[in-house]
């Protein structure tokens, strides 16, 4: 069973806006930072953002100003709205936490092309 469960990909003109979702567990979700993660073709998976206790959030410098993320404690969920899409916007996305060791889900696709 995925521990982290991600959606809301899909294939975006360059500007366009998509809001990813992820879904944990409540123990997961509750004892943690959260952040969303990607990984570009041909490319290592990086970091894109992270949230932490008290809505403290950090971003990468390539989307800072663009992306937000936001947690939803009542449900588990950890969002990412994506604004003004570029095309090395494109890869997968990934939820998951940089203070445990925990598997990866499967990610949801992003593509930004026109």
């Known amino acids: 069973q995925d521990q982290f469960v991600e959606s809301g990909g899909g294939l975006v003109q360059p500007g366009g806006s998509l809001r990813l979702s992820c879904a944990t567990s409540?123990?997961?979700?509750?004892?943690?930072?959260m952040g969303w993660y990607r990984q570009a073709p041909g490319k290592q998976r990086e970091l894109v953002a992270l949230i932490g206790f008290g809505d403290t959030t950090n971003y990468a410098d390539s989307v800072k100003g663009r992306f937000t993320i936001s947690r939803d404690n009542a449900k588990n969920t950890v969002y990412l709205q994506m604004n003004g899409l570029r095309p090395d916007d494109t890869g997968v996305y990934y939820c998951?936490?940089?203070?445990?060791?925990?598997?990866w889900g499967q990610g949801t696709q992003v593509t930004v092309s026109s």
């Open positions: 409540t123990s997961i979700f509750q004892r943690n930072i």
């Open positions: 998951n936490t940089p203070t445990e060791s925990l598997s």
